[in-house]
């Protein structure tokens, strides 16, 4: 292998002041992996990020490198290469693991490098762990286990979770791994508590993790250390007063959703309910429009007197009306004023996702409205079924939905849509607009059968079956000369 000196002689554009001071600090790190020999050096800095040197084919993963193809990170390698006689002086995992542990733990909250330590600690002896016996994997999992538990520990969960994978690599031998951390578990809850809710597979049995929760549960101190951790996965494991406990304690700005929900949840279903907790909570939540609430829920706090507390949930609920029937059901429910309070806000809401369709809008505002023009609405482009719920609760309104209904009938014999025809006919009818004897003396045979129906219908509605009379005929005869085919 080339030498120090050599290499900066072959290479004058690497820095020699760089690499001298490599040198100096003494932090550097080898070992074998993969089949490959490694030097770890920090790239510009004690407090940077770790570089490879690949001594083999003496290659770096610095931006140095990648642009003058040679760096002082390799040539500090070689330096310290050349110091052991020529030997690459490989770090042993089990000493250097254990000493970096040390050193973590050792760390003084306020101090300078006690918010850097945790990342730091990651950096220098990630590399090492799944190099580590099986029986060392074991004591370093319940070792960091411990450090977690520390008050004021300087290891954060994120790192403790990395390690834990680097450590349990062969997923099959993970319960394995864990195995002297749970049965420690008392001395090291929380890291138990972060595998069973953060890690991407769980170590522990089904048994062993309801072992946790029970014992959780059933010490308020415990249940108050671990529901921060526990809460997103197993807070039903909780009781309701311990989950909280915890919540008042939280900035709810900070909290998943689903831990909201289920708190709201709880405080309404379970006896006896907490209805004052439950709007302290859902009056401040961030989250709360997206809480669905059922609505014998809504009309239990209306029954328990209080529906003046109940503006942010009457909104929500307008908020997620996508139909007519939504509509119905609501106005069952919620007091008159506060419904068209809330539809009224609704309406001048932004987020065009809860809007409903300009349909069901209009036709609400008619129901609502004690004065609504329909000169602001195009009554031809809605549904018939929507025109005669108009026509059915607003009877002032009639000449305008009759209007509406001959548009609509002219245009569906246009294009041939006899279905539409009728219904636009029978609002017609149900109307009273006598415009629909003369659209039914202009049937002809070619219609469906039910026609002779129709104008049947539409003669008794207005008195004038002897006006249709000769229409009825043709189409008797009609229909009963295609009985006999």
């Known amino acids: 292998m080339i030498g120090y000196e050599d290499y900066l002689s072959?290479?004058?554009q690497v820095a020699r002041s760089r690499a001298e001071k490599m040198l100096a600090q003494q932090e550097c790190l080898f070992l074998k992996k993969r089949g490959?020999?490694?030097a770890l050096l920090p790239e510009n800095g004690?407090?940077?990020n770790l570089v490879s040197v690949y001594l083999d084919d003496l290659t770096c993963g610095c931006n140095v490198f990648r642009t003058k193809k040679a760096c002082p990170h390799i040539a500090a390698a070689l330096g310290f290469i050349e110091k052991n006689d020529g030997k690459i002086p490989y770090t042993d995992p089990v000493s250097h693991v254990y000493a970096s542990l040390e050193n973590l733990k050792s760390t003084t909250p306020g101090s300078f490098f006690f918010h850097s330590a945790s990342e730091h600690f990651r950096k220098v002896v990630l590399p090492y762990l799944d190099l580590l016996p099986d029986a060392e994997k074991q004591q370093v999992l319940l070792q960091l286990a411990y450090c977690l538990q520390m008050p004021e520990s300087p290891l954060t969960e994120s790192v403790f979770l990395d390690c834990y994978?680097?450590?349990?690599?062969?997923?099959?031998k993970s319960g394995h791994i864990a195995a002297s951390l749970f049965q420690n578990r008392k001395s090291c809850y929380l890291a138990v508590a972060v595998l069973m809710s953060k890690a991407y597979s769980c170590p522990f049995t089904e048994k062993e993790k309801k072992m946790v929760l029970q014992e959780a549960a059933s010490d308020d101190k415990l249940a108050a250390q671990l529901l921060p951790v526990l809460?997103?996965?197993y807070s039903s494991f909780f009781t309701r007063e311990q989950f909280l406990s915890y919540f008042k304690k939280q900035d709810s700005k900070n909290l998943p959703g689903l831990i909201e929900e289920a708190l709201l949840e709880r405080l309404l279903k379970e006896d006896p309910p907490l209805f004052d907790e439950f709007f302290s909570i859902y009056n401040?939540?961030?989250?709360?429009?997206?809480?669905?609430m059922e609505l014998d829920d809504v009309e239990k706090l209306i029954q328990a007197g209080y529906a003046d507390r109940m503006t942010g949930i009457f909104k929500n609920l307008v908020l997620q009306i996508r139909n007519i029937d939504d509509y119905f059901q609501l106005i069952r429910i919620i007091p008159h004023e506060q419904f068209l309070s809330a539809w009224?806000?609704?309406k001048n809401e932004n987020r065009y996702y809860y809007r409903v369709s300009s349909e069901v809008e209009a036709e609400i505002d008619f129901l609502e409205d004690p004065s609504p023009d329909p000169d602001d609405y195009y009554l031809e482009d809605f549904s018939c079924n929507v025109l005669e719920v108009i026509q059915r609760s607003r009877p002032e309104y009639r000449k305008s939905v009759n209007d509406a209904a001959r548009k609509i009938y002219r245009k569906a014999l246009k294009q041939g849509d006899h279905d539409m025809a009728k219904k636009a006919l029978r609002l017609l009818v149900l109307g009273e607009d006598l415009i629909a004897v003369k659209y039914v003396s202009e049937w002809d045979s070619k219609n469906m059968e039910d026609t002779l129906v129709y104008i049947a219908s539409v003669g008794i509605k207005f008195n004038c079956l002897q006006k249709l009379a000769p229409e009825l005929t043709k189409l008797e005869v009609h229909h009963a000369s295609r009985q006999d085919q």
Request: glycine share 4%; aromatic share 16%; charged share 25%.
């Open 10 to 12: 072959a290479h004058p």
């Open 36 to 38: 490959y020999n490694l």
């Open 46 to 48: 004690s407090s940077s």
């Open 165 to 172: 994978y680097e450590l349990t690599k062969d997923g099959k």
């Open 231 to 233: 809460a997103y996965s």
């Open 284 to 292: 401040r939540s961030s989250y709360s429009r997206l809480f669905s």
């Open 344 to 346: 009224k806000e609704a």
